[in-house]
């Protein structure tokens, strides 16, 4: 009689748990404010800028892009319903629904995606039992599928995410996002750099981001008037 094997891979029997060691690590905000450099380059034009970014959670990212010794020349402001974008140095305005983004990015990414991506949090969809989590070298790896997008989250050392890799090859599109190193934000470790580069079809865009000032839960306004010179666009 063979006797019965007996599952000696604690990764698998402890998932949940161990799933739920790297959500411990996640930032908890109501508020948060980064300010620091940009290199941002859409299809091959490169700029770069000082950049302000606040958050309220789950309700609104507000984005301000400075150059020219200290001129705003866009702001945008994102909800899960709305983007908004102005363009100072053209006088143009745009005003799309959500699923704008998905002309960067695939159209799986939500709102509450793009915030996580933003604060280093592991992206909270994809932290569930039905993913392939692994142990390799001494790092977690999170790995799985959602309809046709494959995704991949290789976290550090310090149980924080260090790579995302979104990749949808039936559509061509794509995203990766690499952080760099982690401070410490109050109670909680927060990214200090973020390279983001995202492809959708022929549209490529990259951003790489290095705060200098980070806080958290601070009184914020999000401030968004449209000039009335300026032009609606499409």
């Known amino acids: 009689m063979v006797p019965p094997v007996v599952k000696s891979d604690t990764v698998n029997v402890k998932k949940k748990e161990n799933l739920q060691l790297l959500r411990d690590k996640d930032i908890v905000f109501n508020t948060l404010s980064m300010k620091g450099k940009a290199q941002i380059s859409i299809n091959g034009n490169n700029n770069n800028a000082s950049v302000n970014v606040r958050m309220l959670k789950d309700k609104k990212i507000w984005v301000s892009v400075t150059a020219f010794a200290g001129i705003e020349v866009a702001r945008a402001l994102i909800t899960p319903d709305s983007v908004l974008m ?13 699923s704008y983004i998905h002309t960067f990015t695939n159209r799986q990414v939500s709102f509450k995606m793009l915030q996580d991506v933003f604060t280093g949090n592991a992206i909270g ?105 300026f032009k609606v666009i499409n």
Request: aromatic residues 12%; without cysteine.
């Open 86 to 98: 102005m363009n100072r140095l053209d006088n143009i305005y745009l005003s799309k629904p959500f």
């Open 125 to 229: 969809s994809f932290m569930e039992e039905d993913a392939d989590l692994d142990l390799q070298n001494g790092v977690w790896l999170l790995k799985g599928e959602r309809k046709s997008l494959a995704y991949q989250i290789l976290f550090n050392t310090l149980l924080k995410s260090s790579e995302t890799n979104l990749n949808d090859v039936q559509s061509g599109q794509a995203l990766k996002v690499v952080y760099g190193e982690y401070q410490q934000v109050g109670d909680y470790l927060f990214p200090s750099n973020i390279h983001i580069n995202s492809q959708a079809g022929l549209k490529k865009a990259a951003i790489e981001l290095a705060f200098s000032k980070i806080e958290s839960n601070v009184e914020l306004d999000f401030p968004f008037t449209v000039p009335k010179r």
